[in-house]
């Protein structure tokens, strides 16, 4: 792959990343157009500490104060131009710049998306090499039990996890804080509906993998079965997974907001739920764009970790 063509391809996944980011900034500035109720008012009333009907006049010092009485066309050039210096607004409620809110607890969730992913993984790729392929009860389990944890919501999961092994047992605990030993139960309920959809993918493709004239091969050059099955069927059978996993990282996002809720757990999923029933619409909003952000930028990482793994594939 010449540096050219490398060049062009980076190019090509910058813009469509701009152009996802610049859709979920649009769409967030529409529901805060179309969000129930006056702007003003919410505003008003969080200021306030009051529930009734603000003053025309304090209203209309709101609404010029924070330009929404502007035109439609001005209130987004506004919006749009603030995004691209890095502000995401204020809070409503909280009256600190979202940035701030958001990047005080987005760590956690982070964490919690990434360790369900690379637990997803380590499932995925142990249960598919040991057991895929064989004639046993344990090879014919496997299918079964992924397409049955693909099923169950993650929440039912977490609160069954945290009812047995918190509550009854008392081997983890109940909140769970940010603790390496707090992190297994949430990391545990998010990882194992992401296992069921990996890893009913990974089988399909090492199962029609194995029936390929280059495990033979291997074979005949006197390699052993695992040896066959890591260094040559795997590499092939994780290609569909790993495109998988872009589309995963939103699913992630989205999952660790109820798994926080059910844990007590820091992170965004309490920042989003507190926003959306206090209608704080631009936390809600930059909630939105930033996983969107980390959306993009983790598709990219997935293109570039597939070259990694086949060379072979052109880029697109």
Do not use: C
Not at 3 to 21: D, E, M, P
Not at 217 to 236: K, N, Q
């Amino acid at each position: 792959m010449t540096a050219h063509t490398r060049g062009f391809w980076l190019a090509k996944r910058l813009i469509s990343g701009v152009v996802v980011v610049w859709a979920a900034a649009t769409f967030s500035f529409v529901v805060q157009l179309m969000m129930p109720g006056e702007r003003a008012q919410i505003i008003f009333s969080s200021e306030s500490g009051t529930v009734g009907t603000a003053p025309p006049a304090a209203l209309a010092a709101i609404n010029a104060k924070y330009g929404f009485d502007q035109p439609f066309a001005v209130q987004y050039g506004r919006y749009i131009w603030g995004l691209l210096q890095g502000d995401l607004g204020r809070s409503y409620f909280q009256h600190q710049p979202v940035v701030k809110l958001i990047a005080e607890q987005i760590a956690p969730t982070l964490i919690l998306a990434i360790a369900a992913l690379v637990t997803a993984w380590i499932l995925t790729v142990l249960t598919t090499v040991l057991l895929a392929g064989r004639d046993n009860l344990w090879s014919k389990l496997l299918s079964g039990a992924q397409a049955l944890l693909a099923t169950l919501p993650p929440y039912w999961l977490a609160t069954i996890l945290l009812v047995v092994f918190a509550v009854k047992l008392n081997i983890f605990p109940v909140v769970g804080g940010n603790s390496a030993l707090g992190l297994v139960l949430p990391t545990l309920a998010l990882a194992f509906e992401l296992y069921g959809v990996l890893g009913q993918v990974v089988l399909a493709e090492f199962n029609r993998a194995l029936n390929q004239p280059f495990v033979a091969s291997a074979r005949t050059r006197g390699m052993g079965d695992l040896g066959v099955r890591f260094r040559h069927v795997l590499r092939h059978a994780v290609l569909p997974g790993v495109t998988l996993s872009g589309w995963i990282v939103g699913k992630l996002l989205s999952g660790a907001v109820l798994i926080e809720a059910v844990f007590a757990r820091q992170g965004l999923g309490g920042v989003l739920i507190a926003a959306s029933s206090s209608r704080d619409v631009p936390v809600v909003s930059g909630v939105i764009l930033v996983s969107a952000a980390l959306f993009v930028i983790t598709t990219m990482i997935v293109d570039v970790i597939y070259q990694l793994v086949d060379p072979r594939i052109k880029l697109a």
